[in-house]
């Protein structure tokens, strides 16, 4: 049975990896050419109507989500009851949205998002056909076909929007974009998903999931609202230029931060279920995956913080230059991203929905305040404030894991401390390397990025980190099979 899990967690964490890289690296490359071919306004009206695309989505999962895999024992009234509460909520929330796209479009005063509103909500009701076949594919630990339907739907609708684009359709290129996602989303999960729905729906089976959902539902609606807040306020008190600034900074820095973290949560939610009565297996799991999360995040944060200016300059154009002050400070802020999501995984693991619910508000507070009290600064005050949120919410999650599990903050702390100190001192030197002479931003770019890989790689193997020597034993086997296959 461990041996089995084990094999399955491998090969789910493979899967899910894979297609994080294929998905981010198509999100990547697709946003450089549109960043290339429209302007920061363009992309700053979609990021004003975020927020609230993102809270009406919280609602159509309800929760019931992350019970379905949560619970041991699913039937498949349990599912379809589900199933069909998801396409009522999604018809009704972006009947809602559609009601409320003027009021939206006044608050920021921006008529022209009155019609993008209404055009986004298509997009709620064609998730809500969907939802209930990625969970049982995340609850069953595939992702191998869930990879399938990242690519096709990523790279299907971004060729979509940057035709468009190129044809001068401008912010609606983007807007057609995630609507072609969605659709093409949504059908290739009912191609490769053998469920179907039957004409069954239990009010009893809803209520039942709803007393672990119904936490997480309020969880995640506060988690929408507030990860996304800043786009409304810096919206409403800045130009659509600057949010547009801001909107891909943050996007740049979350290739890597939430692609880390989502590999590894969307595996380790349902494996750590599975393991939820074991309190012992839960703390070697967690640590784990702590440990392989930051031997890769905290590079890629440092590393992308210190060449943020010629990535811009090379990727963006000089048009983007603004956006590199919001990077860097976002970058040192994402460190800390997949620790949050990884320690927060565990309270779900174990039922608690009552403790992520409280740690939420708690947080969600913290960040209200942050708020009021920096905006007047300036956007690069609120990311200060950012930073300052990131630390203390890692250390009240950890806190609150550490009981549960036996795995306290300074443990933790303790064993991710090595990965961090490597990383800081390989920052200095990348830093070092951009200071020589260059003939252009390229050639900097490449050697800084170079340097940076061997620096660090050379540093983990001279202090024989254990994770990393590991990994690296574990590659370095491989090629000898590598070869005598290619050989044969």
Excluded at 42 to 62: E, H, K, N, P, Y
Aim: hydrophobic fraction near 55%; charge should be positive; aromatic fraction near 12%.
């Amino acid at each position: 049975m461990t041996d089995n899990l084990q094999q399955k967690t491998v090969q789910a964490l493979s899967w899910s990896f894979f297609q994080a890289v294929a998905q981010r690296g198509t999100q990547i490359v697709i946003g450089i050419v549109l960043a290339r071919l429209l302007f920061p306004e363009q992309f700053g009206l979609i990021g004003m109507l975020t927020i609230f695309i993102a809270v009406i989505r919280a609602f159509l999962d309800s929760g019931f989500g992350a019970a379905l895999i949560q619970k041991q024992k699913i039937s498949q009234t349990d599912i379809c009851s589900i199933f069909y509460f998801n396409i009522v909520v999604g018809v009704a929330a972006a009947g809602l949205l559609c009601i409320a796209a003027p009021g939206i479009a006044a608050f920021y005063k921006q008529p022209i998002l009155t019609p993008l509103t209404r055009a986004l909500s298509l997009t709620i009701v064609i998730d809500s056909l969907g939802m209930i076949q990625g969970t049982i594919l995340t609850k069953g630990i595939d992702f191998k076909t869930q990879t399938k339907v990242s690519v096709i739907a990523g790279v299907l609708s971004g060729i979509i929007g940057i035709v468009l684009a190129a044809l001068g359709f401008g912010v609606w290129s983007l807007v057609i974009q995630q609507i072609a996602a969605s659709f093409l989303s949504t059908v290739s999960l009912w191609f490769f998903s053998a469920w179907r729905p039957a004409l069954v729906f239990s009010f009893n089976a809803l209520r039942e999931l709803f007393g672990f959902g119904s936490r997480l539902l309020f969880s995640s609606i506060l988690n929408q609202i507030f990860d996304n807040i800043y786009l409304l306020v810096i919206g409403k008190l800045f130009s659509a230029a600057d949010l547009g600034f801001f909107t891909r900074a943050k996007s740049l820095n979350d290739v890597p931060a939430q692609s880390l973290s989502d590999v590894t949560a969307r595996v380790t939610f349902p494996v750590f279920s599975t393991i939820q009565d074991d309190p012992a297996r839960l703390k070697r799991g967690l640590k784990k995956a702590l440990i392989m999360l930051v031997l890769a995040n905290f590079p890629l944060m440092i590393g992308l913080a210190i060449v943020a200016r010629p990535l811009v300059l090379v990727l963006l154009t000089g048009k983007w230059l603004p956006c590199v002050p919001y990077l860097r400070l976002l970058c040192v802020a994402g460190l800390l991203y997949p620790l949050h999501a990884m320690n927060l995984n565990v309270l779900q693991a174990l039922g608690r929905s009552d403790l992520f619910l409280r740690l939420e508000i708690i947080k969600k507070g913290l960040i209200a305040v942050n708020i009021a009290v920096t905006w007047r600064w300036g956007i690069v005050a609120m990311i200060y404030g950012m930073l300052f949120i990131s630390i203390i919410s890692y250390y009240l999650n950890s806190r609150y894991t550490g009981r549960l599990v036996g795995y306290s903050v300074g443990e933790q702390v303790a064993d991710l401390s090595p990965y961090l100190a490597i990383a800081c001192v390989m920052g200095l030197v990348v830093y070092a390397v951009g200071l020589l002479h260059f003939t252009g931003s390229p050639s900097m770019l490449l050697a800084q990025i170079a340097t940076g890989i061997i620096v660090y790689t050379g540093l983990c193997r001279a202090f024989r980190l254990k994770t990393f020597m590991a990994m690296w034993q574990t590659m370095w086997d491989r090629l000898p099979q590598t070869r005598t296959g290619a050989a044969g």
